[in-house]
Nanobody, 117 residues
Framework: VQLQAFGGGLVQPGGSLRLSCEFS????????MGWYCQGPEKERELVADISPGGRTVNYAEAVRGRFTVSRDNAKNTVYLQMNSLQSEDTAVYYCTARGISSGRTYWGQGTQVTVSS
């Protein structure tokens, strides 16, 4: 499994970004897909994840109502729509894939999101 994340960048407070993560390998439909972030001098933490069928999603409290995770199983891609961005959202965002059978978690390379005026 390989994961390639796109869409990071510099955005002003209150702005929006959409991250994408392309999954290469077998059985995208058998993986829980997630997004983690690691801000400056902070621990890496879960932002959101989504079940293989897309029916169950989980969000960190800090992003609930502002971020939306979704997936397109036909395109082997997971998305993170980020709205009303705040300076506290500045971090490197990582895409993950966790096999529901193996329990193994794969990590992408990360994409930088900077929220600043």
């Amino acid at each position: 499994v390989q994961l390639q994340a796109f869409g990071g960048g510099l955005v002003q407070p209150g702005g929006s970004l959409r991250l994408s993560c392309e999954f290469s390998g077998t059985s995208f439909n058998w993986h829980v897909m997630g997004w983690y972030c690691q801000g400056p001098e902070k621990e890496r933490e879960l932002v959101a994840d989504i079940s293989p069928g897309g029916r169950t999603v989980n969000y960190a409290e800090a992003v609930r109502g502002r971020f939306t995770v979704s997936r397109d199983n036909a395109k082997n891609t997971v998305y993170l729509q980020m709205n009303s961005l705040q300076s506290e959202d500045t971090a490197v965002y990582y895409c993950t894939a966790r096999g529901i059978s193996s329990g193994r978690t794969y990590w992408g390379q990360g994409t930088q999101v900077t929220v600043s005026s």
